[in-house]
């Protein structure tokens, strides 16, 4: 057993923070070997400790073993169980399970028990002892879903056993006529439960439910069954094989079967597809695991959601594959690649602890690219005039390296860079330098991809000559018989040339002079075998192959002195009191070559006491030792320090203190709760005796506002009552003890109240204004009568008789913010217990300090038609106007108003304000400001005011049509019907008698027409356009004159014949027209002629016409003609002409009244037939309205 290793230490083991193993734990390749037993539920499995004792471990639990050697032993098993060797990712797994009749490993390979003993270098297997009674565990919600106490891990153990390698986990098709069958009778199985979960749910299940973890096939092996995976039954008690066990191990089997169709829905997923492939990336992507197995599909038993596990191979298809990515997304992005190599990867879908078999692998190779950086070139070999640098080629990353580039700074140092070498060459030398001259140089290499970047930058020197004189080299420690020094490289010296330097020492009383005591090329050396307390002299010189250097200043060292001796043992000196004593001492013999610099001095209490106190530590060598308490024995012992250490300690004095009176007692306490007229205290003893036993105790009685204390109680007890007490008053008990010597001092008193009350009435609260808007109020603890003040209520207002709560809480102060500037404000505070409330306090007045003026609240345009001023344009001005905030405590001087421009305006004390001078059609953001001797206020809300456009200018006014009552006038380029929706309004005026202008159109259109005018009169007309702007200027007076009117229509002419060829004509007769004469033209048609011709032209009403012809058709009208006298000239307005008269000549019959009455019946008919027809058009007319009045009735209203 001494050549094997510990055994399990189970301390750790049986700890449930231990975290869970993982895997793999060692390669299977590698030099040790892993072996997990597996102890399922309800079993037992026992090892030996370290320390011979045996400790038993129960299941569920998973104990890791290591072999030694990387051998596989064999494992021997009690009866009635069987191994199970599974290998995962080079981690061998042995599961002991117990061995039932319908257990089948399957593709397991069984290890029996080897008749030979174990082999050596391994420690047999521990004894497995008889199970234990089965456990019940509570109920789990599915499969996969057990708690973690069902599943320990263990870590940190190493038992070793044998195992046998030639056994692997092996892996059937999951698309067999098997595994169909098993996943059809899981797709049934999860219906049927469906209306059976509740059921189960309530009642516990035979064993715990398992975890089952999927397999994977990486580099060729089978990995990631888990133990609780592998398990086709659990161990059955050796006395229950009845239908308990069988129904439970058939559950298990049925569970496996379940496990397995999952794991054959999880193993049907297609390979990875690689797309994007740079030289140091890919993208891959996968589709979810098919459900689609041997033709049927069933939907109700596909997951909603999987998790993936990416695995790539960089050392080909059967290589070694690693873990880059778990997660549930379907598209990774892998990065970190590396160039031009050929990757294999896998996906392998998981869902509820269970994996699936790894997909085919796809591979892909990245992309050539530049190569990586190279190291630093190094030195081969260096002279005063050249240098010789080597240097490593780095990888070529898929691309063969074409050139290496060196730079160098051509030893400037002022970082600059230039080639010196170009080639493939892997060493370059550079000639013509200067000695000790200092170059920089960086590399990079070049394929045909490009150039990598440059290497870090490395600092060489040529060799020089001898060094220069060395600094003198200084002190870093002393010691008592050694010094140890430092020195620095001589300046100007290269980093990388080998320089050596010679120590030398003098000692003064041996009359050598310097001696060399240290030889080589360290810049440290500590010298020894030195005496104490003694001075000397060191000096250094470098030199190298060039020669050596002066030698350094010499400088001069003390070693330390040694530590001093043993003082003499202290003594006292004078009289021992109760509480002091004063104690003196001699200094040692030896002080080890140095000055004593303070003696300690140390004391403990007690005559055997070993707790050591210092309490002295100084130059003089007594010491008053004060503070002590009487009666008690204390030891004291002395040592001393000086520059050379701390010597021992000297002998004990021992000294013992007189007894005193005791000391003070601490305060009386209240036993029990108080009464109202009685209150039961108890108290201890002194904590200082005085180094004598107590006798006595005395209490005495006060109350708070008589100071007259009484003695209530003495005697040798520890408590007492007191009565005849006040309610509700506070009382002070203080209470002395005494011994032999007498009484002591009095205890501190102890306030009790014995009815508690309400709190009294709090001090004026202190108010103080940090700032205008902010103030602190502070208040102190009032008087609490018995019990502690649990809240504190402030009141704030700003009226006097009308505050309100502010605050309630424990706190003694609170800030208040948002108040108004220059303010007056009111508070009181009241403390509450838990008794009640107390008065309130006194109210204190304060005011705010005056601030800044308060925002400008308000803000708005004046309309065009508030404003009076008659400078005012609405294309260059704006008008605005605000409320007056409030000043807050200091009058407003003025406002700022920005309204864009560099600098604001700054205008009085006003509340309007007219912004002129601005640009037409222009939109400003306006904001003001007040201001008042404490600076500016906050700007107000910002309103955005544009100016309107310039009016327009006036049209040109012309008259298109004119008459002796109207005038048609009309202007700019518009149509005579305008839309109201235009911008432009024109004003037409026109002077009146009084000789004003008066409006005579306000509208959008371009044409007016004049009416009721006077004929023959001169008008004046003017007009201006308005929009949104205002109104234009106005333009020049325009005047036009009404014609003279024509004379009215005449009413038809009357004719009487007269003969047979003679008739006569009369008509009506009209007044002269404002003084002009009248005149009447009389016109004929006869027969068929298409031509009226004037027969007469006169100031006649009437005419005789004698050229009828017999049986001819005649046709007459007459007109007025006013004969106008004008300054111009004479001028003829002709009115409308008559009706026609139609007159026929016809032979005279002997009746003398036939001729006129057939005129005047063919008249009377002509007036009738117009009649007639007037009327038809009346009567049309009114049809056609009553049929669209009786459409509009039944179509649209209806």
């Known amino acids: 057993m001494a050549e094997h290793p510990p055994l399990l230490d189970t301390s750790q083991i049986l700890t449930s923070d231990i975290s869970l193993l993982s895997a793999p ?11 997990l037993v597996q102890v399922n539920p309800g079993e037992a499995f026992t090892i030996r400790r370290e320390d011979g004792q045996f400790q038993c471990i129960t299941g569920p639990a998973q104990v890791p073993m290591m072999s030694p050697n990387g051998s596989v032993p064999p494992i021997y098993v009690p009866p009635g169980y069987a191994p199970q060797v599974i290998e995962d990712n080079g981690v061998r797994r042995v599961v002991v399970v117990p061995q039932a009749p319908e257990f089948h490993p399957g593709g397991h390979t069984v290890i029996h028990r080897s008749p030979h003993p174990p082999l050596p270098g391994f420690i047999p297997v521990p004894t497995m002892i008889p199970p234990p009674p089965r456990h019940m565990y509570s109920p789990v919600t599915g499969a996969g879903d057990m708690a973690t106490q069902y599943m320990p891990q263990y870590q940190s153990s190493q038992v070793y056993g044998d195992v046998d390698a030639h056994s692997t986990h092996g892996r059937s098709n999951f698309r067999d006529e098997r595994s169909s069958k098993t996943y059809e009778r899981l797709q049934k199985k999860l219906k049927d439960r469906q209306g059976t979960q509740k059921d189960k749910m309530s009642s516990p299940p035979s064993s715990p439910q398992k975890c089952p973890s999927p397999i994977s096939e990486h580099n060729g092996l089978i990995k990631g069954q888990n133990a609780s995976g592998v398990n086709t039954g659990l161990a059955k008690n050796k006395s229950g094989k009845g239908k308990g066990g069988a129904q439970m191990d058939t559950e298990i089997e049925e569970k496996d079967e379940e496990t397995k169709a999952f794991e054959a829905l999880l193993s049907n997923i297609v390979k990875p597809v690689a797309s994007d492939i740079q030289a140091r990336t890919v993208v891959l992507t996968w589709s979810p695991p098919s459900s689609f197995i041997n033709g049927e ?28 990515y778990v997660g549930e997304e379907t598209s990774v992005t892998l990065n970190d690649l590396k160039p031009a190599t050929e990757y294999h990867a896998k996906v392998q879908a998981e869902y509820n602890c269970i994996k699936g078999t790894p997909s085919e692998s796809e591979s892909f190779t990245t992309l050539s690219c530049e190569p990586d950086i190279p190291n630093p070139p190094r030195i081969a070999n260096r002279t005063k005039n050249s240098l010789t640098l080597q240097w490593k080629t780095p990888s070529d990353n898929g691309s063969k390296i074409q050139s290496f580039i060196l730079e160098w700074d051509e030893g400037k140092g002022n970082g600059e860079f230039c080639q010196c070498y170009m080639g493939s060459q892997k060493q370059f030398k550079i000639t013509k330098l200067s000695p000790a001259m200092g170059c920089k140089f960086r590399l990079s290499a070049k394929n045909e991809y490009g150039t990598s970047g440059f290497s870090e930058e490395v600092l060489y020197y040529t060799s020089g000559c001898a060094p220069s004189m060395p600094a003198s080299p200084i002190l870093t420690k002393a010691g008592v018989t050694w010094l140890s020094l430092q020195w620095r490289k001589p300046s100007g010296t290269p980093s990388d040339e080998g320089i050596s330097y010679i120590l030398e020492m003098e000692d ?28 000397y002299k060191f000096k250094v010189i470098a030199y190298n192959s060039e020669g050596k250097s002066n030698p350094s200043e010499i400088v001069e060292f003390t070693t330390c002195p040694d530590k001093p001796g043993v003082p003499i043992k202290p003594s006292v000196k004078g009289k021992i009191h109760s509480h002091s004593f004063k104690i003196t001492w001699d200094p040692p013999k030896d002080n080890g070559g140095a000055s004593i610099s303070k ?35 204390y030891r004291l012992r002395v040592y001393c320090i000086s520059d050379g250490g701390q010597s021992a300690v000297s002998e004990t004095l021992l000294v013992q203190t007189p007894a005193v009176p005791p000391g003070p007692c601490l305060p009386p306490r209240l036993q029990g709760r108080p009464k109202a007229k009685e209150i039961q205290l108890r108290w201890g003893p002194p904590l200082v005796d005085g180094g004598s036993p107590i006798s006595c105790y005395s209490v005495e009685m006060s109350s708070v506002e008589k100071d007259e204390p009484k003695e209530v109680y003495q005697g040798s007890e520890i408590e007492c009552t007191v009565s005849n007490l006040l309610p509700g008053k506070t009382y002070s008990f203080r209470l002395h003890a005494a011994n032999k010597m007498g009484f002591g001092p009095f205890s501190e008193k102890c306030d009790i109240t014995t009815a508690p009350g309400p709190p009294d009435q709090c001090k004026p609260p202190q108010v103080t204004c940090r700032s205008a808007t902010c103030a602190q109020v502070n208040w102190e603890v009032p008087l609490n009568n018995g019990t502690d003040v649990t809240e504190y209520r402030l ?17 003694l102060s609170y800030e208040l913010k948002g108040l108004s500037p220059a303010t007056t404000y009111y508070c ?9 409330a107390g008065p309130f306090s006194e109210v204190v007045a304060c005011v705010t300090p005056p601030s800044v003026p308060a925002i400008v609240t308000c803000l708005q345009e004046i309309s065009d038609e508030d404003i009076e001023n008659p400078d005012y344009s609405p294309s260059t001005c704006l008008a605005i106007n605000w409320e007056k905030p409030c000043d807050h405590g200091s009058e407003i001087l003025a406002y700022s108003i920005d309204f ?13 304000y007219i912004l002129d001078n601005l640009q037409p059609d222009t939109t400003y953001r306006i904001r003001i400001q007040a201001l008042n001797s404490l600076g500016a206020g906050p700007f107000s809300h910002m309103i955005k005011l544009k100016t309107k456009p310039l009016p327009p200018d006036p049209p040109r006014l012309e008259c298109v049509a004119f008459s ?46 004049v009416q009721r005018l006077n004929e023959s009169t001169s008008y004046k007309f003017c007009i201006q356009a308005c929009n949104e702007a205002g109104e234009g200027p106005l333009s020049q007076e325009y005047i036009f004159t009404t014609t003279k009117s024509v004379p009215a229509a005449l009413k038809a002419p009357k004719i009487e014949k007269v003969n047979d060829h003679i008739c006569e004509i009369t008509w009506e007769c009209l007044q002269p027209m404002k003084g002009d004469s009248i005149i009447y033209s009389l016109q004929v048609m006869v027969g068929k002629d298409s031509e009226f011709k004037q027969i007469y032209k006169g100031p006649d009403t009437s005419l005789r016409y004698s050229s009828l012809q017999l049986n001819c058709e005649y046709r007459f009208r007459v007109c007025a003609i006013r004969q106008c006298q004008d300054p111009v000239g004479h001028q003829d307005l002709v009115g409308p002409y008559s009706t026609a008269v139609f007159f026929i000549s016809q032979r005279t019959e002997p009746a003398a009244s036939t001729s006129r009455d057939t005129v005047e019946s063919t008249r009377t008919r002509r007036s009738l037939s117009d009649e007639q027809c007037a009327a038809v058009i009346l009567v049309l007319f009114a049809f056609f309205s009553i049929l669209i009045a009786f459409i509009i009735q039944y179509f649209v209203i209806k």
Not at 25 to 35: C, E, L
Not at 518 to 530: H, I, P, Q, R
Not at 797 to 811: D, L, N, R, T, W
């Open 795 to 811: 009141e704030w207002g700003g009226v006097e008789g009308s505050m309100q709560i502010c605050y309630c809480g424990p706190s």
């Open 297 to 324: 599909t069933d939907e109700t038993t596909v997951p909603e959601l999987y998790g993936y596990e990416i695995l790539v191979s960089s050392t080909g298809k059967d290589g070694k594959y690693k873990s880059v």
């Open 900 to 912: 864009g421009d560099k600098q604001p305006l700054t205008v009085g004390k006003v509340t309007s």
């Open 508 to 535: 003064e009383t041996s009359g050598y002079g310097f001696k060399p005591k240290y030889d080589g090329e360290d810049l440290t050396y500590t010298v020894k075998n030195l005496r104490r307390s003694t001075k």
């Open 25 to 35: 734990i060692v390669s299977a390749d590698g030099t040790q070997q892993v072996i």
């Open 964 to 1009: 002796h009552q109207n005038l048609k006038l009309k202007w700019g380029e518009g149509t005579p019907k305008i839309l109201s929706t235009d911008s432009i309004q024109y004003h037409l005026q026109m002077e009146d008698k009084n000789g004003r202008f008066v409006s005579l159109y306000r509208g959008p259109c371009h044409t007016y027409k």
């Open 828 to 836: 009181r505070v009241q403390a509450l217990s838990i008794v009640g």
């Open 599 to 633: 003696y300690i001095v140390e004391m403990a209490e007690g005559s055997n006491g070993n707790k050591w106190d210092m309490i002295y530590s100084g130059a003089t060598r007594e010491h008053l030792c004060d503070r002590l308490s009487p009666g008690c024995f």
